[in-house]
């Protein structure tokens, strides 16, 4: 699967990504979900960049653990 084919798995908006705030509004997706204090959930979002540096992190522990690596996961990977 190649970074493409990762990337399209995902939804894309204009936002600001939570590692690199200083690019301003890219195309980003959901990243996961943090809970500040008393107001719900707010979304984190992370570029294109951020999107691959952590599906390759999910793919090495999967490997790790001997599990199957699923991409298009990430914003849903709970704590
Ligand atoms: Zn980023």
Redesign the pocket.
Known sequence: MDRQQILDLYDWALGV????PS?GEVPTAVVGVIHPQACGEREVR??A??VIAMEDIRREEAARAGSEYQPGRVGEAAG
């Open positions: 990504c939570f590692r690199h690019k992370g570029c960049d951020c």
